[in-house]
C-alpha cells in the first residue's frame, strides 16, 4: 500500500512559480511510475508531468519547458517545479503512483490506471 500526500499550493500571479511536493509512504522502488495530475473546475482530470523511478520523465504539452518534475529517493517525494504559471494552470494538483502502469500512456489518460492517489491541493493563478 502506498500513502501519498501533496503539499506545497496556494495563490499567485500570472508568472510567479510554485513548487508541489509529493510525501510517499510505502514501496515507490525502481520502476514505478508517479505523477502529477490536475482538474480545473468543470474539466477532465488530465496529466501534467510523470517519470518512471530510476527511468524517463514525461510532460504535457501544455507545461513542457515550464514545469519540472522531479524526485528525491532519500526523501521518497515527489516534487512539481512550476514556472511561468498561467491562468489555465489553475486546479487541484494530484500526485499518483502505480507500479504496473505505462507511464506515458497514464500521462496521456489523465491518470487512468494509476493504482495511489493523495487528496490533491490547490493551485489558483490570478491573471
Known amino acids: 500500500q502506498v500513502q501519498l500526500v501533496e503539499s506545497g499550493g496556494g495563490s499567485v500571479q500570472a508568472g510567479g512559480s510554485l513548487r508541489l511536493s509529493c510525501a510517499a509512504s510505502?514501496?515507490?522502488?525502481?520502476?514505478?511510475?508517479m505523477g502529477w495530475f490536475r482538474q480545473a473546475p468543470g474539466k477532465e482530470r488530465e496529466g501534467v508531468a510523470v517519470?518512471?523511478?530510476?527511468?524517463?520523465?514525461d510532460y504535457a504539452d501544455s507545461v513542457k519547458g515550464r514545469f519540472t518534475i522531479s524526485q528525491d529517493n532519500a526523501k521518497n517525494t515527489l516534487y512539481l517545479q512550476m514556472n511561468s504559471l498561467k491562468p489555465e494552470d489553475t486546479g487541484t494538483y494530484y500526485c499518483?503512483?502505480?507500479?504496473?502502469?505505462?507511464?506515458?500512456?497514464?500521462?496521456?489518460?489523465?491518470?487512468?490506471?494509476?493504482?495511489?492517489w493523495g487528496k490533491g491541493t490547490l493551485v489558483t493563478i490570478s491573471s
Open positions: 499518483a503512483a502505480s507500479g504496473y502502469v505505462y507511464c506515458r500512456g497514464a500521462l496521456l489518460r489523465g491518470g487512468s490506471g494509476m493504482d495511489y
Open positions: 517519470l518512471v523511478i530510476g527511468g524517463s520523465m
Open positions: 510505502g514501496y515507490t522502488g525502481s520502476g514505478y511510475c
